[in-house]
């Protein structure tokens, strides 16, 4: 004996005829004891039978002559399609587009990151070899000072052991410049050194 | 000798088949079979006369787009429904939209719907006119899977097997829905009256 449930569940089978012999003997079955399933069985079965009588709709007069304009008009727009020939940016699919952009969007960003970060912004980034140039020279030692020889008496020289005589080419200003009184006092103070150790 | 079949006893298999062969008026013929066919159901899913005539015209219009794409793995009325069906889900679909931005604006879901008026006795067209308008009332309140179910099943009589296959579902989820929608369609009646 089926319930009400399993009457609702399988009522469709029931109106359609695809119960077998069995099923529909326990279906009836349960027809006769319950008259809520009998009254719903009988308001689908008449639902449906409405539904198959509908008034039917027929296509209007000139849907035929519409079909055959449709037709044509597609039929003309293809042949010009394929007539169209060499490149065109409208054949390029849409999704090409997103795609470049997308490459060049990593492109810039890989470019950005490849930069060194103590880098100030908009310093030029000059090669390792040109920043050592570019560096203070390292400090040479100086070299020593050879002693100071005096020049071989020759038959030109002067009979009397008298001071050069300044040469009057020499300007005043030359000899009394700063610059040349240090070098004066740093020649004479390497004379003594090479003299004490003589 | 054989006596050569009339073109009106082919199958529509046999038609189609001659269309992909080239046989301009083989289409002539599937427009002739199944253009009133295709209209009302077309019209029981979006109840407006003149856009289940779109419908069905770019059914048509695919149809000699794509007659190579017809295998005769299933029967030639499946695969024309199923555009159908298709065709006439996307304008529910666009028109569902069109709602969301003009909801101020009646769509033709919230117009009268202009029902046929057949050849019957005054008091009975009558009858039959308010329980045919009821009944669309009631169906226009089921979600989209069971009213395509119940079109197809109690309107154009197709098959379980054809229907599964227009909707692609299977036998048993396809009977099982039109169970379900039947009861609910009852249910929507009692409601509406």
């Known amino acids: ?198 | 000798m054989e006596k050569p079949k009339s073109k009106y006893t082919f199958t529509d298999e046999e038609v189609i088949q001659r269309f992909q062969a080239g046989d301009e008026e083989a289409f002539s013929e599937i427009v002739r079979r199944y253009s009133n066919r295709l209209l009302n159901f077309a019209f029981r899913f979006v109840l407006d006369r003149e856009e289940a005539e779109d419908v069905v015209q770019d059914t048509f219009l695919k149809v000699y787009q794509n007659r190579h794409a017809y295998r005769e793995i299933a029967k030639f009325s499946t695969w024309i429904y199923t555009i159908t069906a298709n065709l006439a889900k996307t304008i529910l679909r666009k028109r569902r939209n069109r709602k969301l931005f003009y909801f101020s604006r009646l769509g033709p879901e919230e117009k009268d719907i202009d029902f046929p008026s057949g050849d019957a006795r005054p008091g009975q067209q009558t009858e039959d006119q308010y329980d045919e308008h009821m009944i669309h009332l009631a169906m226009k309140k089921l979600p989209e899977h069971f009213r395509t179910a119940i079109i197809l099943r109690d309107i154009q009589e197709l098959s379980y097997e054809e229907i599964s296959n227009i909707i692609g579902a299977p036998l048993g989820t396809v009977k099982s829905r039109i169970n379900r929608a039947r009861l609910k369609l009852q249910e929507e009646l009692i409601q509406i009256k």
Not at chain 1, 85 to 106: E, M, R, T
Not at chain 1, 152 to 171: C, H, L, N
């Open chain 1, 1 to 198: 004996m089926i319930s009400c449930y399993q009457f609702k569940n399988q009522i469709s089978l029931y109106i359609d005829d695809e119960m077998n012999f069995q099923k529909r003997t326990e279906f009836e079955g349960h027809l006769e004891t319950c008259p809520n399933c009998k009254k719903l069985l009988g308001a689908i079965t008449a639902t449906k039978a409405r539904m198959h009588n509908f008034n039917t709709l027929s296509v209007s007069a000139g849907f035929y002559t519409n079909l055959q304009n449709r037709i044509l008009a597609d039929r003309n727009a293809r042949i010009r399609a394929a007539r169209q020939k060499g490149f065109s940016f409208h054949k390029i699919p849409s999704f090409a587009y997103g795609f470049a952009a997308a490459f060049l969007a990593v492109v810039v960003v890989f470019m950005f990151m490849k930069t060194p970060p103590n880098a100030q912004p908009g310093a030029l980034q000059l090669p390792v070899a040109q920043q050592q140039i570019q560096k203070a020279p390292p400090a040479i030692p100086e070299a020593p000072v050879p002693p100071v020889v005096q020049a071989p008496q020759t038959r030109y020289a002067a009979t009397t052991q008298s001071p050069a005589k300044e040469d009057s080419s020499v300007t005043g200003d030359a000899l009394n410049s700063p610059q040349h009184k240090e070098n004066l006092q740093d020649l004479q103070q390497r004379i003594k050194t090479v003299k004490d150790q003589n």
